[in-house]
C-alpha cells in the first residue's frame, strides 16, 4: 500500500475500523495517542509504550522548536531516531500552544508572533514556518498552522478567524505540496460553536487536497453537552474516505461518543497527566488513588486489566507510592492510565468488526455518564 492509504475494513452505524498507512507502519483505526509533548511521554519509555501496545504518539512543534530546536533534531536524524521510537509520530502546529498564550502572542495575515513560555524570547510561526520544523522534525503525519478560538467568541470574530485558518491552511498544502516527501498533511476545521461556521469551515478545508482532516477548537472551556453536540454536527460533515482526528479531546466517554460520531483519531494528556495527580481510569470507573479507603486494600487497581501495574501492585501500594511521593508512583499509574486508553480503543475496534458497538458504547455510559 502507499504512504497516506486509508482504508475503512468495518463499518458499524457511523463508527468504523479502519487502517492508515504512514512511512513508519500502519495505524489501526479507531485509536488513541498517547501525548509526547517534548518527545517524551511523561513517566514511561518507549519500550513501555510498545508493551501497551501504542501504535503512534503525539509530538509538539511549539515545544521541540523553543527546546531543543528542531534543527538540532533534524542533525540526529529526526525525532524518531532522537527518541528511539520507530512507530508513527504525529505532530501538532502549535497552534493549542499559542492560543493558550494569548497574552504573549499577536495573531496577523502572516502568522503568529510570540513570546516563549521559557525566557520570553520572540519568535515568529508562519504556515510556511511551522511545515519546515515539522519537516526537520520528520514527523509522519504533520498538521497546519490553525487559530484555535476561545469558547465565547463571537460570530464575526469566528468567522474571520476561521478564513485565516483556511488561507494559512492552503500555505502550507503550497509550502508541502502533495507527494513532495513521504510525511502526510491534515487539515484542521475551526469554527468555534456556530454550526454553520463549522460547516463553511471544513467545506474551504476540503477544497484542499489534505490527507485527513481535524476537528479542531473542542473542550476549550465550553459545556460537555456543548461539545458533543458539536462533535456529532462536524463528524457528518467530514470526508468519507480521509481519517478524522479529534484534537485533544479525551475522556474515556469522550472517546467512545467520538467513535459513535464517525472519528478515527483521538489524543489527550489526560491518561497522564491525571495519573501522575493520582486519578485512575479503570473499568470500575475514576479511582482517586490518595482516598483513606485504599489504605489497605490489597486488591489491583483493575481486576480487568492485565497491564505490568495491575498484575504486580495493590491499591494500597499505590496510594502509599503516591503520598510517599515517589516516581514509582508516575510510572505505575501512568502504565495503567496508557494501557487502560488504548484498551478502549482496541477493545471498540472490536465492538465495531462485531456489529456491537452501541452495546459497547452503552457499557461506558453506565461508568462515567454520572
Known sequence: ?????????????????????????????????????QGSVKAVCPEDLKTLGARIILGNTYHLYLRPGDAMIARRGGLHSFI???????????????????????????????SSHIDGSKHFFTPEKVISIQRNLGSDIMMVLDECVPYGADYGYTKNSLALTTRWAARCRTAYAPGSGDQLLFGIGQGGFFKDLREE???????????????????????????????????????????RYLMGVGTPLD???????????????????????????????????KRAEYTEDDSPLDPACSCYTCRNFSRAYLRHLYHAREILSYRLNTIHNLAYFLQVVT????????????????????????
Open 1 to 37: 500500500m502507499t504512504i497516506g492509504s486509508f482504508h475503512i475494513h468495518h463499518q458499524d452505524g457511523k463508527s468504523r475500523v479502519g487502517e492508515l498507512y504512514t512511512a513508519h507502519g500502519i495505524i489501526p483505526t479507531p485509536i488513541f495517542m498517547p501525548v509526547g509533548t
Open 84 to 114: 528511539h521510537w520507530d512507530r508513527p509520530i504525529l505532530t501538532d502546529s502549535g497552534g493549542f500552544q499559542v492560543f493558550s498564550l494569548s497574552g504573549l502572542r499577536k495573531l496577523t495575515e502572516d502568522g503568529v508572533a510570540f
Open 201 to 243: 469551515s471544513l467545506r474551504q478545508l476540503m477544497d484542499i487536497p489534505f490527507d485527513g482532516y481535524a476537528v479542531g477548537g473542542l473542550s476549550v472551556g465550553e459545556p460537555k453537552a456543548e461539545m458533543m453536540d458539536m462533535l456529532y454536527h462536524s463528524g457528518e460533515l467530514l470526508p468519507v474516505d480521509k481519517p
Open 255 to 289: 472517546i467512545v461518543r467520538g467513535i459513535d460520531a464517525g472519528i478515527d483519531m483521538f489524543d489527550c494528556v489526560l491518561p497522564t497527566r491525571n495519573a501522575r495527580n493520582g486519578t485512575l481510569f479503570t473499568s470500575l470507573g475514576k479511582i482517586n488513588i
Open 347 to 370: 477493545g471498540a475496534r472490536q465492538a465495531i468488526e462485531k456489529g456491537i458497538f452501541q452495546a459497547y458504547k452503552a457499557k461506558f455510559e453506565a461508568i462515567y455518564d454520572t
